[in-house]
């Protein structure tokens, strides 16, 4: 069965860090593309970024300068360092995984980590 489980969540007033991970088992890590999706409350979700199994990484927009994706392979385990963020930041954080290459619709996904950015 696979599992990803997210960890590091919280609350951080604006300007401030915040690092989450993601630990995956269940696959061959080392294959697999992983990434974070967040959903604010009423909006859509929204594709942050990942990192393929190749070390290819993608930034939206709104987090790149800002947010730092990584991974461990001999630790299954994929880190995102998140800097300078803004109330607009706040949601819940998903990590999904998908073979090989990010995906807009990776099929494995964690059951999400709570990020609020107070003003």
């Known amino acids: 069965e696979v599992q990803l489980v997210e960890s590091g969540g919280g609350l951080v007033q604006a300007g401030g860090s915040l690092n989450l991970s993601c630990a995956a088992s269940?696959?061959?890590?080392?294959?697999?593309?992983i990434g974070w999706y967040r959903q604010a409350p009423g909006k859509e979700r929204e594709e942050v970024v990942c990192i393929s199994s190749d070390y290819t990484t993608y930034y939206a927009d709104f987090v790149k300068g800002r947010f730092t994706i990584s991974r461990d392979n001999a630790k299954n385990t994929m880190y995102l360092q998140m800097h300078t963020l803004i109330p607009e930041d706040t949601a819940v954080y998903y990590c999904?995984?998908?073979?090989?290459?990010?995906?807009?619709?990776?099929?494995?996904w964690g059951r999400g980590t709570q990020v609020t950015v107070s003003s």
């Open positions: 269940g696959l061959p890590f080392e294959d697999y593309a």
């Open positions: 999904a995984s998908e073979h090989y290459y990010c995906s807009h619709y990776p099929g494995y």
